[in-house]
């Protein structure tokens, strides 16, 4: 891979309750593209949802997946996304695509993201196929009832939801 990026840096949100392997996979290849990425954690309930993990705990989840790109930090917000791209000094949002399902909650967003901060783009990586089925709802529901999470989050994240969550 070419090392040389120009992209400046992008923000890469989302509530990550928990991280996934497609979250990461959304991640790794944002890190390929642009010089700096911040993974921004929500720490504040989005959609009426209360979370499983922490913030704190969400970020420490993700710091050790991510620790051998060199160009990548984790942080948590609670302010608009749009402001805290701009606290970051961030050229772009990137978020990722699974399904048409995931396009309409998108658009809402982008429009209004856009009205916000014209001059911040979002941009939109599709999810590879081997991750086009995976949530973080998802992952949830197998957990509550003792399914197989290896392949679909880390290993001390699959451990820590088995405990929080199994029935
Ligand atoms: O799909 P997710 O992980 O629940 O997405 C979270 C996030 C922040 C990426 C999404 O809700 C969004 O794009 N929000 C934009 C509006 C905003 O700034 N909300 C405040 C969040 S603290």
Known sequence: MN???NGGTAVVPGSYDPVTYGHLDIISRAANVFDNVIVGVVDQPVRKQKTVFSAEERVAFIEPEVAEYG????KPFDTLLVDFAREHGAKAIVKGLRAISDFEYEFEMNQLNRKM???IESMYMMAAPE???LSSSGVKELAMFGGDL????PDSVAARLQEELKR
Not at 71 to 74: A, E, G, K, S
């Open 3 to 5: 090392a040389s990026k």
């Open 71 to 74: 160009n990548v930090q984790v």
């Open 117 to 119: 901060a014209p001059d």
């Open 131 to 133: 991750f086009s089925f």
């Open 150 to 153: 290896s392949g679909l989050v």
